[in-house]
């Protein structure tokens, strides 16, 4: 995985909204990420399967960012 793809994963995690990071369960919070990459950079099978494994195990990592922004986006209210 190079640098770009890496910074275009985390990039749209980031802009993601927290409520559909938090609310999907495993299976389907990857596979959305997939298909809107997949739609930004038109990803290859090979591709596709290393974002897979890498997502998988940055579920928690991607969880707790989402949590963290959801509480701080919700703490003034």
């Known amino acids: 995985m190079n640098p770009t793809m890496l910074r275009q ?4 995690i980031e802009t993601t909204q927290t409520n559909l990071l938090l609310k999907l369960d495993d299976a389907s919070l990857v596979q959305w990420i997939l298909k809107q990459l997949k739609q930004e950079r038109g ?35």
């Open 43 to 77: 990803l290859n099978s090979e591709e596709m399967h290393i974002l897979n494994e890498y997502l998988y195990n940055r579920l928690s990592l991607i969880r707790d960012l989402a949590e963290q922004r959801y509480a701080t986006n919700h703490s003034s209210s």
């Open 9 to 12: 994963l985390w990039s749209l």
